[in-house]
């Protein structure tokens, strides 16, 4: 397998790499494999939240002289982001090196999944029963805290935010409760999948989808907003007819607590759709003020143009910076560089560098 997908490396010298696995028998790791098509020019960094070194469960990442050493090529890494592969490829091997390193890694992961195959069904989102149960009281948890806040309410014991009358206090603290159970209840469906979960796997690559729409598939759909705030009353005090008038409580407001592989309730299916037609609405109107806000942006900047003495000028030769963006640099080129050094002790520094022969 592993000599196959080498053959789909472009411009391989056909030296097969020792294999990193020796004992029961000779394997080699996709690392290995993916390391022949990052470019030796490339060194990058990006460190765990912990420290590691040597990461257990392979975050972060670490690239030294084109070889993966360590962590995942996500969308972070090998995309259209500042800093991965193909902007320091670009850099220091302009755009034929950025291309190559491009073609070679569509060329390799094509054929590998080709031979390894990507699926996700609804299996990839039926948690296990104790994690139902366990979504289940957090949910009645944060419901029981906001019948406390509404009777508090209606008591008139409720005291008022600073900067808030008592509506907007009560409010508040509905809506933080019940981000908290969808919070919750994410973070413990997130933890019971597995790693190979295809789901997961599509999230943590960066392929395509996230965290929160796991969680709205497997735990909960959670709170729906309309306009900035919880459902408001259409009718004569209340949402919908399945209700009765001033009913605060959070499903006649709009909170889904259904997941989507249970199916949503009519009025919980209602009140989506409304959350749903408010985000199509905005988009069609966000597209058509920001394409304006551009376009008024590239007519007034159009006559600006960087010299070759570093400054700034308008089509009348008028100097409107003298150092263009006020420090000279080219923002395409700039990369973060860690220098460690700079913070390191002596001893450390010492323990890391000295080499006492």
């Not at 972060?60 to 490829?89: C, D, E, F, N």
């Not at 979960?197 to 309309?226: D, Y």
């Not at 959350?275 to 069609?284: F, N, P, Q, S, V």
């Not at 304006?292 to 000028?313: F, H, M, N, P, W």
């Amino acid at each position: 397998q592993i000599m196959n997908s080498m053959l789909w490396v472009p411009n391989w010298d056909g030296v097969i790499p020792q294999p990193a696995i020796l004992k029961p028998r000779p394997r080699w790791t996709g690392k290995q494999l993916i390391s022949m098509v990052i470019p030796k020019e490339v060194t990058l960094h990006n460190g765990n939240d912990k420290k590691e070194d040597a990461p257990l469960k392979d975050e972060g990442i670490l690239i030294q002289a084109g070889q993966l050493m360590y962590g995942l090529p996500t969308k972070k890494i090998v995309g259209a982001a500042a800093g991965g592969i193909v902007h320091i490829s670009y850099n220091e091997l302009g755009a034929e090196g950025a291309m190559a390193f491009l073609n070679g890694v569509q060329q390799v992961v094509t054929y590998w999944l080709l031979n390894n195959g990507h699926s996700i069904g609804i299996g990839d989102t039926i948690p296990d029963k104790a994690t139902i149960e366990k979504v289940q009281v957090h949910i009645d948890e944060e419901k029981a805290e906001v019948a406390r806040l509404t009777a508090m309410a209606t008591a008139n014991e409720l005291e008022a935010l600073p900067g808030m009358n008592v509506r907007a206090t009560f409010e508040n603290k509905v809506s933080m409760a019940l981000n908290q159970a969808r919070d919750k209840a994410g973070t413990t469906t997130q933890k019971s999948l597995k790693d190979s979960n295809n789901a997961v796997t599509m999230a943590s690559s960066g392929s395509k989808g996230s965290s929160i729409n796991i969680s709205q598939m497997t735990a909960l759909v959670g709170q729906q907003i309309v306009e900035g705030k919880r459902i408001p009353f259409g009718f004569k005090y209340r949402t919908l007819p399945h209700f009765t008038k001033d009913d605060y409580s959070p499903e006649a407001r709009g909170f889904v607590e259904n997941s989507y592989l249970r199916g949503l309730t009519p009025s919980e299916f209602f009140f989506h759709a409304m959350a749903g037609r408010e985000g199509l609405i905005d988009t069609a109107v966000k597209t058509a003020e920001t394409g304006y806000i551009q376009r008024r942006l590239v007519k007034a900047l159009e006559d600006l143009s960087a010299r070759y003495d570093g400054t700034v000028r308008n089509s009348l030769g008028d100097v409107v910076q003298f150092l263009y963006g006020e420090d000279g640099l080219d923002a395409m080129c700039i990369e973060k560089q860690k220098l460690g050094i700079l913070n390191m002790s002596n001893a450390a520094f010492k323990a890391k560098y000295r080499l006492d022969l």
